[in-house]
């Protein structure tokens, strides 16, 4: 049963058959451009079976694909934080290209946090947004995520230094 299936995606467990379709929409020089260096470019098979066995991001975190169309296209996770900041995390997200611009990372956020958040003691959720990357920040602001500041020079991509704007967003305890 998938409680997301009525939205027209499936949050789910990545599967080692996702591997073609991970290469597929992963392998997009569009994609790791707003995110860190742990998303490769390119994106190579040896990339996605290290993924898919749990090396890269640890799966024991809620690490689920984003299934549209009957083909996993995109990621979504959360990092929970350690000791006094084990109620806290940071939330990650990317979709394949093809998908962009329909207003799919916004619901598939929401309910993300609705599935991952009621009864896990997370009281704050956090992400941080590169300056060039003006979509993620809306999808987030649609969530009620506020930006809380900006970590200036944090990352240093190979065309120069760029800020990352943090935004948060807290549950009541
Ligand atoms: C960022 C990303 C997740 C957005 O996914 P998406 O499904 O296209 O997002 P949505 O369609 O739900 O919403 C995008 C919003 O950003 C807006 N937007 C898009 N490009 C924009 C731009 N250049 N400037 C300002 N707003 C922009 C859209 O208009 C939309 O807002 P609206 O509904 O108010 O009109 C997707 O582009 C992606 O995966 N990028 C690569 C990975 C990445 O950057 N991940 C986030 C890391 S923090």
Known sequence: MNPDGN?????RPWRTDDLDALLKHAN?????RGLSD????????????AFLAGHVVDFSDPVLAIEIAGEACG?????RGSGERAHGGELGYWLGRAHWGHGWMTRVVAAYLDRVVPGSGLLRVE???LDTNPASARVLEKNGFVEEGLRRGAVCKP????DLRLFGRCWPR
Do not use: E, K, S
Request: net charge neutral; hydrophobic share 40%.
């Open 75 to 79: 990621g979504i996770a959360l990092r």
């Open 38 to 49: 742990r998303f490769p470019h390119p994106y190579t098979r040896a990339d996605g079976q």
């Open 127 to 129: 992400a941080n947004v």
């Open 28 to 32: 997009d020089p569009w994609v790791p």
């Open 7 to 11: 939205a027209g995606f499936i949050l």
């Open 159 to 162: 065309d120069g230094l760029h």
